[in-house]
């Protein structure tokens, strides 16, 4: 699923940029921070990464569209994995959420030394739990769960853009997003990001 999703969006986006209404002003970016649960993913799981890339191209004005793919990852955390190994256990647990969306960003024109933007898109989220436990103990019982689920979510981001020349910018962002999410009786959840970009404007 992840790969078939992540080739969907590669094709569409060398689509938007080789049009020749893209031409010279298309941006493409990468943002790396840490992924932090917000709400609705319970358990011990917390802080882990998140990888994105997006494109951009002008509408009018400052408006264009923005068509984005990313994953994001949460990890049993030090100390949770601790108390499992002083019981006598190995234990693991990981969510991922891969993301392909698109939508409309707002940002000031290239000329601005610097400046704010904010995107907002919606998308397809595709959401993997899993956990593992072994008795250290015995040796021989293990067990483990998985499962996948795929739904819609929305991403919010706003962020200062510093100009580095005509075609370099840096982008400081905060990012929120949201999916449906259903283990047990949670319905939605969200992770905030805090990332860091660099984009290239050609």
């Excluded at 940029?17 to 010279?24: C, I, K, M, Y």
């Excluded at 921070?33 to 990464?49: N, Q």
């Excluded at 993301?99 to 989220?125: C, H, K, M, R, S």
């Excluded at 910018?169 to 805090?194: D, H, K, Q």
Aim: hydrophobic residues 45%.
């Amino acid at each position: 699923m992840k790969t078939v999703a992540a080739a969907v969006v590669v094709a569409a986006l060398l689509l938007l940029a080789g049009s020749p209404a893209g031409a010279q002003a298309t941006k493409v970016g990468i943002a790396v921070g840490p992924a932090v649960p917000a709400t609705g993913i319970g358990g011990p799981v917390g802080p882990d990464v998140s990888v994105s890339a997006w494109l951009a191209r002008p509408i009018r004005g400052p408006f264009e569209w923005r068509a984005e793919v990313g994953f994001e990852r949460l990890r049993m955390q030090v100390d949770s994995r601790l108390r499992c190994a002083a019981a006598g256990f190995y234990c693991d647990s990981h969510v991922g959420v891969t993301q392909v969306g698109g939508g409309l960003q707002f940002e000031p024109l290239a000329g601005i030394l610097i400046a704010p933007y904010a995107y907002v898109t919606i998308g397809l989220y595709h959401v993997t739990p899993d956990a593992e436990v072994v008795d250290l103990v015995e040796g021989t019982v293990a067990t483990s769960r998985s499962s996948s689920e795929n739904s819609l979510g929305v991403a919010l981001g706003s962020g200062v853009r510093f100009r580095l020349d005509g075609r370099w910018t840096v982008r400081a962002e905060l990012r929120y997003s949201g999916f449906a999410y259903s283990p047990g009786t949670v319905n939605w959840a969200s992770v905030i990001t805090p990332a860091l970009s660099i984009s290239a404007r050609f």
